[in-house]
């Protein structure tokens, strides 16, 4: 893995590229100064990053075009791992999960399979997977496109519909998505907001940003624009019902791409 560190570099950032007027939104210094990654890096390792060390979540593996072909789920005595199948096409066509503990050899929990349409755009995914009970329970998303953008997908499960996501936009560049569950009044609502092209931090609201929060998230990039960092604001995982702040850390390693070819 090549990964460079460095000097002290002091990087301004511009005024946010979208001003909406949602809310009073101050964009952050999202540009870490002591990484710096090859551009165009692949995704290697994601970690949970807590006070004093972080933790191995997830290890990504390609093949030799460059897609992902494996990726290994760190969750101590269980050995999880999804295995990339592609089409003749190049499209991803399947996802195999399989589980197992250190005593037992894997078995497959879960499928997750796509279909396209003519232009290449998935409009359905299908996922099944077996319960407690090793019942096969199945559910599926379906797509929908206003010319390349998407515009909405609708969850199913057994057939029964679950909700609905609505994608709006600026030009090309997403800014809000809002989640609707049927029969629900109320819908909740992600804003998204940009600094360079770069998306750099996202609220999640229900009615409106200030009695309504739920959480937000703030991306760092490094100078070559790998996303490096995610800090998520989850306030509802703290333990104490009048929380307004639970922080949650990733971290993301990469590999240099032409490395992964040779």
């Known amino acids: ?22 809310f009073d939104f101050k964009v952050h210094d999202y540009r870490v100064e002591n990484i710096l990654y090859p551009k165009d890096s692949k995704l290697k390792c994601v970690y949970q990053a807590f006070s ?117 936009y600026n030009g090309d560049i997403l800014i809000k998505e809002k ?14 907001f940009y600094n360079q092209n770069l998306l750099v931090y996202s609220i999640t609201y229900l009615k409106n940003p200030e009695s309504g929060f739920l959480r937000d998230q703030r991306k760092y990039y490094d100078q070559n624009d790998n996303l490096v960092k995610t800090v998520d604001n989850v306030p509802g995982l703290s333990s104490y019902s009048e929380a307004t702040a639970f922080y949650v850390i990733w971290e993301y390693e990469y590999v240099d791409l032409a490395l992964l070819l040779l």
């Open 52 to 168: 004093n060390y972080r933790q191995l979540h997830d290890t990504y593996t390609y093949d030799n075009l460059g897609r992902i072909s494996r990726v290994d789920w760190d969750y101590d005595i269980w050995k999880v791992y999804d295995i990339y199948l592609y089409n003749q096409k190049g499209q991803l066509e399947k996802i195999s999960k399989y589980e197992a503990t250190i005593d037992n050899s894997p078995s497959l929990r879960q499928t997750t399979s796509y279909s396209y349409n003519q232009k290449g755009d998935i409009i359905k995914e299908s996922i099944e997977w077996k319960d407690l009970n090793s019942k096969v329970q199945t559910r599926y998303n379906l797509y929908w496109y206003n010319g390349m953008k998407l515009t909405e997908m609708e969850t199913y499960e057994n057939d029964r519909k679950q909700s609905s996501r609505v994608y709006e």
């Open 179 to 192: 989640f609707f569950v049927p029969d629900e009044k109320d819908y909740i609502i992600t804003e998204h």
């Open 1 to 22: 893995m090549m990964m460079f560190v460095l000097p002290f570099i002091h990087t301004s950032c511009e005024k946010n590229e979208i001003d909406r007027g949602s």
